[in-house]
């Protein structure tokens, strides 16, 4: 990559973080509904034109974009891989989309803080989760077939879910701490509560 194109990448990633933490500051502040995208363009000094180059929506600037899974991640997973043990192969796909995120530790926890406190902010969390996990449970039964069940699918995913939220918390605890440590320690701390 040229030394233009590599500027212009490190400007990308730093407009689009501030965005989303001006989003999240304002939803803090004022609710979901109370601030517009003018409000938003003051608030990080940008142009409005600016805004709408980066999101298309309010809901991509409060919870992050929807994040749509690679097709060979998915027919990888369906195959059976990457470790052949499901719940690991789940973490593994959470804990990648995570990372390509970027995973900025200080943002995830004033989303997830925001998530929890906003009603508007957590009906549209509620309905992206109800999608997710809908999709995963698809992608579970494909990969081991009808007779697993979609209840045991849904808690398998649940589960997942809340070991993501467990790894904010413990984020929230070090955030110099690497996303993949964290995510291995919630996974652990997981297995030994289900074997006592």
């Known amino acids: 990559m040229s030394v233009a194109g590599t500027k212009w990448e490190v400007r990308r990633v730093e407009t689009t973080r ?3 933490w001006c989003a999240l500051e304002l939803t803090r502040d004022r609710g979901f509904d ?5 409000d938003l363009a003051a608030a990080a000094d940008v142009s409005r034109r600016t805004v709408f180059n980066y999101f298309d929506a309010k809901a991509d600037l ?3 974009p929807e994040h749509e899974l690679p097709e060979e991640t998915v027919a990888a997973f369906v195959a059976g891989g990457p470790t052949g043990r499901i719940f690991d192969d ?3 796909i959470a804990s990648e989309a995570l990372q390509e995120k970027g995973a900025d530790p200080e943002l995830m926890l004033l989303r997830r803080d925001v998530m929890r406190s906003d009603p508007r902010a957590i009906a549209i969390a ?3 989760f109800e999608v997710i996990t809908d999709d995963a449970i698809e992608m579970i039964l494909q990969r081991e077939g009808e007779q697993y069940g ?3 699918a849904r808690l398998l995913v649940q589960l997942l879910i809340t070991i993501v939220d467990s790894v904010l918390e413990r984020s929230d605890v070090d955030l110099a701490r690497p996303l993949p440590d964290l995510i291995d320690d919630a996974v652990g701390d997981a ?6």
Do not use: C, F, K
């Open 18 to 20: 501030r965005l989303e």
């Open 34 to 38: 109370g601030w517009t995208m003018d």
């Open 62 to 64: 409060v919870l992050g």
């Open 90 to 92: 789940l973490v593994h």
């Open 126 to 128: 509620h309905q992206r």
């Open 150 to 152: 979609a209840h045991r």
């Open 191 to 196: 297995r030994a509560v289900l074997n006592s």
